[in-house]
């Protein structure tokens, strides 16, 4: 069934929304997390610290958080995959382009490759810069993310780069939750107004919530 | 009206096309832009030239047969067949440009008249019931609750034109096949093949070579029948159904 389901056009779209809609789940929670910021160094370094230790003792230390980094990846894989192998579907199935064009689609429809890749490319740069510290300015401190956290927002590029990709992560929402809906037939004639205002609303409240982080930093609100 | 016309020639699948500028004269704002090339082509055979190819058949919006790409839009700028759309859409002096439907599942076998027979092998695949031919069945022998039979029909307006496929930025077919699918598998009488109807058409129609869908929704906004977009959706749903159970056999 598993071959099935991978080898279909509507199959692979199906991967896309539950591995799509995975990723949101687990982006709610951390949008939440991150806004302990504005509580202080001691409750945002406190609620890092906890999810080291959440699900101790049934579970040895870290690992929840281990358990979540391989389901992420494990999302993260298949949705790039997955639109990776659709794309080049669709771009053969469509080879001519019209003489006569039109833009069509909406904004956040049209970017959604694009986007995919702009996200791509910023978890790469996120993880690199606030989890193993590789590329983080000013000296990566292990254990202390709120002064890390000021310190990548202290950088211009840090706050472009962020900016950048929550705008992406917003659009890409926008289109893709409603079209996760879709595809996995939850849509219908009478919800459809619901959904695609749970989807601006989804991505409206995530993109304000991550973005008030550097927005913080930057006007001095958090330091 | 006097009219400028921009259209695709292409003397044979295998050569190169190319956009050939011509003027028409005398257009009426009634005649329909069927009429409206047959006029061109009057004027081409009479110069001696080779007239314009395009598919068209019963010329009432019924059929599917006719196509054209007008300015960027499947079937022109009203939500009609190109058959029914009339001149008095379009402005004296206008510069109207005219294409084939582009998908490579839909070659052009010359100038505007492309091979859509992807279409009836999706068809073959599934769009069928089981049912003895032969002396009409009695009427009432088998109660279909009216809204169940008002989604069939709604389906069942689909021509099969493959205005869906030329309007989607990836040359999927969802919207044919998903008219094709809930049009029989919300009947009882369609209730035999409900699953292998969908899980058959979808495979064949990712074979054909079509696009997948990204829900742009170019699709329902081109449809001459207006099938609606949520179609893909009851398919898509179907699909799972089908998929689901086809696993635990």
Known sequence: ?223 | MKLTLRVWRQRAADTEGAMSTYEVDDISPDMSFLEMLDTLNEDLILRGEDPVAFDHDCREGICGACSLVINGDAHGPERTTTCQLHMRSFADGDTIDVEPWRASAFPVIKDLVVDRSAFDRIIQAGGYITAPTGSAPEAHATAVPKPDADLAFEHAECIGCGACVAACPNGAAMLFTSAKVNHLNVLPQGAPERETRVLDMVARMDEEGFGGCTLAGECATACPKGIPLVSITHMNKEWLRATRKAGKR
Request: charged residues 15%; positive net charge; without cysteine.
């Open chain 1, 1 to 223: 069934m598993a071959r099935a389901v991978w080898d279909s056009s509507v199959g692979k779209k199906t991967v896309m929304a539950v591995s799509g809609l995975i990723m949101l789940a687990y982006l709610v929670v951390h949008m939440l997390g991150n806004l302990k910021i504005f509580f202080g160094s001691a409750e945002f370094n406190g609620y890092a610290h906890w999810l080291r230790t959440l699900g101790e003792p049934f579970l040895h230390h870290e690992w929840a958080l281990w358990i979540v980094r391989v389901v992420l990846v494990a999302a993260v894989v298949a949705h790039a995959t997955a639109a990776y192998q659709l794309s080049r579907r669709d771009i053969r199935a469509r080879p001519t382009k019209y003489v006569h064009t039109r833009r069509r689609a909406s904004y956040a429809t049209r970017t959604m490759r694009w986007g995919g890749v702009i996200l791509g490319l910023f978890i790469v740069w996120h993880i690199l810069d606030l989890t193993t510290g590789t590329v983080h300015p000013n000296g990566f401190q292990s254990g202390h993310p709120y002064q890390n956290v000021i310190d990548t927002f202290s950088t211009w590029y840090g706050n472009v780069i962020y900016l950048v990709a929550m705008l992406a992560l917003g659009l890409h929402i926008r289109h893709g939750f409603w079209s996760a809906a879709q595809t996995l037939g939850a849509g219908s004639r009478t919800r459809d107004r619901a959904l695609k205002a749970i989807a601006n609303a989804l991505a409206l409240v995530l993109t304000l919530g991550f973005v008030s982080v550097p927005v913080a930093v930057m006007t001095g609100v958090v330091s």
